[in-house]
């Protein structure tokens, strides 16, 4: 009996014992569940994770081959528009010529154009007797700046020592440089951020037009062009500027044609106030046709008409006149160019006496170079208009008959407004538009009829005051 109740006791405790175990087992299968379960979960984020790097990095290696595509697009256009350039052309087979020659040494400068043209237009420039710059400086005299300014070639310490050189000499060429602007090819540098904001406030439209009521456009325009002679005066941080980078020489208006024959001049402020800018072209020293620069208005009428030169024709013969007589000059007689082209500005001279026509305007040549079909077009004459002006036939018999007046071409009837002609023209003459729309719709002073209405009523009191005098008297 004994025996049995110790098996039996020895079952119950197995029967605990596997009951117990069961349970450790249950939990343990239980934990082992939640770790894969948590293991799972870190999976399913760094897949999602990795989906997102991955993503991105797909998205970023898109982005960057469209701008890889877009650069090699512009690449393409520029070496196509590049191609159509004769002087980068020359350029690029000077460059080849250079490397060809030198490939065993480090090629340290730029190929430069032909000095011999920037050289002969500086001097004649400086040479003049009358209507010479204050300064003028040849950019083909300075080697690799107008290749750099172009963007033909990026900057190197050559260029850049070349660039200090031509900063210096401007700097240094005229005594006070804050009252003189700069000039590119006859193109006046303003500064980019002359304006703060797209539209004139309306103090700058009351100095540009004046506030003496109803201006004519004409008026507007040359209150413009005073205006923006003004904002581009020169200041040492603005040509360092100018030099120091070529964003700033891309966002003006400046043109570099590379043709070895730019020139920058540098012009006293007040030489430009109330002027109009021509271009004369030369063929074999006569002056076959000139044509007015800038927006398509009269500005002769406005300027000359009130100096003694008389009517549209006699002031144009007078400007024809001035394009000959600094011909005539000896270092303008002596240049090897057959045919040329001559940019001046043209000014009413203030103490006109007794003299000749050509005595009553001031003028400042400020751009002169060899006639080619590169010089820009976007006036009056077109490249086939100068092209038959060169074959016009001016002999009479055996004897050679020059042009009484040259084929002048300019606008000479009155505009209602300012047509745009340049970047800051297109920005800011909408604003200048609309303010002489809206003086010219505001009323008369009403000064004059409040006087008329005042010595009205005068004369109707005195009138009523005589009867009520007369009848009191004769009825005493």
């Given at each position: 009996?004994?025996?049995?109740?110790?098996?039996?006791?020895?079952?119950?405790?197995?029967?605990?014992?596997?009951?117990?175990?069961?349970?450790?087992?249950?939990?343990?299968?239980?934990?082992?569940?939640?770790?894969?379960?948590?293991?799972?979960?870190?999976?399913?984020?760094?897949?999602?994770?990795?989906?997102?790097?991955?993503?991105?990095?797909?998205?970023?290696?898109?982005?960057?081959?469209?701008?890889?595509?877009?650069?090699?697009?512009?690449?393409?256009?520029?070496?196509?528009?590049?191609?159509?350039?004769?002087?980068?052309?020359?350029?690029?087979?000077?460059?080849?010529?250079?490397?060809?020659?030198?490939?065993?040494?480090?090629?340290?400068?730029?190929?430069?154009?032909?000095?011999?043209?920037?050289?002969?237009?500086?001097?004649?420039?400086?040479?003049?007797?009358e209507g010479k710059p204050d300064a003028t400086f040849s950019l083909s005299e300075y080697f690799g700046v107008a290749d750099v300014l172009m963007e033909w070639r990026s900057l190197t310490p050559a260029s850049q020592e070349q660039l200090d050189i031509l900063l210096l000499s401007i700097t240094r060429s005229v005594e006070d440089i804050?009252?003189?602007?700069?000039?590119?090819?006859?193109?006046?540098?303003?500064?980019?951020?002359?304006?703060?904001?797209?539209?004139?406030?309306?103090?700058?439209?009351?100095?540009?037009?004046?506030?003496?009521?109803?201006?004519?456009?004409?008026?507007?325009?040359?209150?413009?062009?005073?205006?923006?002679?003004?904002?581009?005066?020169?200041?040492?941080?603005?040509?360092?500027?100018?030099?120091?980078?070529?964003?700033?020489?891309?966002?003006?208006?400046?043109?570099?044609?590379?043709?070895?024959?730019?020139?920058?001049?540098?012009?006293?402020?007040?030489?430009?106030?109330?002027?109009?800018?021509?271009?004369?072209?030369?063929?074999?020293?006569?002056?076959?046709?000139?044509?007015?620069?800038?927006?398509?208005?009269?500005?002769?009428?406005?300027?000359?008409?009130?100096?003694?030169?008389?009517?549209?024709?006699?002031?144009?013969?007078?400007?024809?006149?001035?394009?000959?007589?600094?011909?005539?000059?000896?270092?303008?007689?002596?240049?090897?160019?057959?045919?040329?082209?001559?940019?001046?500005?043209?000014?009413?001279?203030?103490?006109?006496?007794?003299?000749?026509?050509?005595?009553?305007?001031?003028?400042?040549?400020?751009?002169?170079?060899?006639?080619?079909?590169?010089?820009?077009?976007?006036?009056?004459?077109?490249?086939?208009?100068?092209?038959?002006?060169?074959?016009?036939?001016?002999?009479?018999?055996?004897?050679?008959?020059?042009?009484?007046?040259?084929?002048?071409?300019?606008?000479?009837?009155?505009?209602?407004?300012?047509?745009?002609?340049?970047?800051?023209?297109?920005?800011?003459?909408?604003?200048?538009?609309?303010?002489?729309?809206?003086?010219?719709?505001?009323?008369?002073?009403?000064?004059?009829?409040?006087?008329?209405?005042?010595?009205?009523?005068?004369?109707?009191?005195?009138?009523?005051?005589?009867?009520?005098?007369?009848?009191?008297?004769?009825?005493?």
């Open positions: 009996m004994a025996s049995d109740n110790e098996s039996t006791v020895e079952v119950r405790e197995a029967r605990d014992t596997e009951e117990y175990d069961a349970q450790a087992a249950a939990r343990g299968l239980c934990d082992k569940a939640c770790d894969i379960k948590s293991l799972l979960h870190g999976h399913v984020e760094s897949t999602r994770a990795l989906e997102r790097v991955v993503g991105e990095f797909c998205t970023r290696d898109i982005a960057e081959e469209d701008a890889f595509r877009k650069i090699s697009l512009d690449v393409m256009h520029a070496e196509m528009r590049a191609l159509r350039d004769l002087h980068y052309v020359a350029f690029s087979q000077r460059w080849a010529e250079v490397e060809k020659g030198s490939a065993a040494e480090e090629v340290t400068s730029l190929p430069s154009a032909d000095r011999s043209v920037g050289s002969c237009v500086s001097h004649l420039l400086t040479s003049l007797c804050s009252s003189c602007v700069l000039l590119l090819n006859g193109v006046l540098y303003t500064p980019s951020d002359s304006f703060d904001c797209c539209e004139l406030t309306r103090r700058e439209l009351t100095a540009i037009i004046g506030s003496g009521g109803p201006a004519s456009a004409e008026e507007a325009l040359v209150g413009w062009l005073n205006f923006i002679v003004r904002r581009s005066l020169l200041n040492q941080t603005l040509l360092q500027r100018l030099m120091s980078s070529t964003i700033e020489f891309r966002r003006s208006d400046l043109c570099l044609q590379g043709d070895g024959a730019d020139v920058l001049v540098v012009v006293d402020h007040r030489r430009l106030l109330n002027s109009a800018v021509f271009r004369g072209f030369f063929f074999s020293g006569e002056l076959r046709g000139v044509e007015a620069i800038g927006a398509q208005v009269n500005l002769m009428s406005v300027l000359f008409a009130g100096n003694g030169s008389g009517d549209q024709l006699d002031i144009e013969k007078c400007i024809a006149d001035i394009f000959r007589a600094l011909w005539e000059q000896q270092e303008l007689l002596s240049c090897k160019w057959k045919n040329v082209t001559v940019t001046l500005a043209v000014q009413a001279r203030k103490d006109v006496g007794a003299g000749a026509q050509t005595k009553l305007m001031d003028f400042v040549v400020l751009d002169l170079r060899p006639l080619s079909p590169n010089i820009p077009f976007q006036w009056h004459f077109t490249w086939g208009e100068v092209c038959a002006l060169g074959q016009l036939s001016t002999n009479d018999g055996d004897r050679a008959r020059p042009l009484d007046i040259p084929v002048f071409k300019t606008t000479r009837v009155a505009v209602a407004s300012l047509g745009p002609y340049d970047k800051l023209s297109r920005i800011m003459f909408p604003s200048i538009n609309e303010y002489l729309r809206l003086t010219r719709k505001e009323p008369p002073s009403v000064a004059p009829v409040a006087y008329a209405a005042v010595a009205a009523a005068l004369v109707v009191g005195g009138f009523i005051v005589g009867s009520c005098i007369l009848g009191s008297r004769r009825r005493r």
